[in-house]
């Protein structure tokens, strides 16, 4: 079992980008005070479940994660954290921390599925200290506002364009991510 650390550092979605070398998608975890920010290529499934998530997306029939969030409130399952934990080999590691039933347990899952739970259940999303140093990159400061926070989105499903990756400038990302190599964060693409 993980127990939270007071160093832990909590995480937001910035939001997620197309890497342009790869068209891959990166999801893009950010610190409350929008200096560090830690990119994470996932998968394109794992990319739409989370933007999904985000913006309040009507589906006719629950998807995976969905599905997930409703098996969880049917058996009064709370999800009290998503942890990136490791970094190992060029993958991350995080684990699910539900309550239930007064116990505390973790399950070990993708960073990827873990968001895409975390944003759904309104959940705390925290990175090892370790892990932030080795996989970071500094940016330039940005308004903690336009981050955004599965605690601060809407409770119905009106649009959350005002708190979306939308409103921060995805030409300076771009710029930034073509200047990247993987091998800055010692990832396999």
């Known amino acids: 079992m993980t127990e939270e650390t007071v160093s832990d550092r909590e995480m937001f979605i910035a939001g997620i980008i197309v890497d342009p070398a790869s068209n891959a998608p990166i999801v893009l975890l950010k610190d409350a005070e929008g200096k560090e920010c830690v990119p994470i290529w996932i998968g394109v499934n794992e990319a739409n479940s989370i933007t999904q998530a985000l913006k309040r997306a009507e589906v006719t029939r629950p998807m995976t994660h969905d599905l997930m969030k409703n098996i969880f409130d049917e058996l009064d399952v709370s999800v009290k954290r998503i942890h990136i934990r490791a970094l190992e080999e060029n993958t991350f590691y995080a684990s699910i921390e539900l309550l239930a039933k007064g116990d505390l347990r973790c399950i070990d899952a993708r960073p990827s599925d873990a968001l ?53 400038d995805k030409e300076k990302w771009e710029e930034i991510l073509a200047e990247m190599d993987p091998e800055d964060f010692k990832y396999k693409m």
Do not use: H, W, Y
Request: proline share 8%; charged share 20%.
């Open 116 to 168: 895409a739970i975390a944003v759904r259940m309104g959940a705390q999303i925290t990175i090892d200290p370790q892990v932030l140093e080795r996989a970071k990159i500094n940016l330039i400061a940005i308004n903690p506002e336009e981050m955004l926070n599965p605690q601060d989105l809407p409770s119905d499903n009106s649009s959350v364009n005002d708190l979306s990756f939308q409103s921060m």
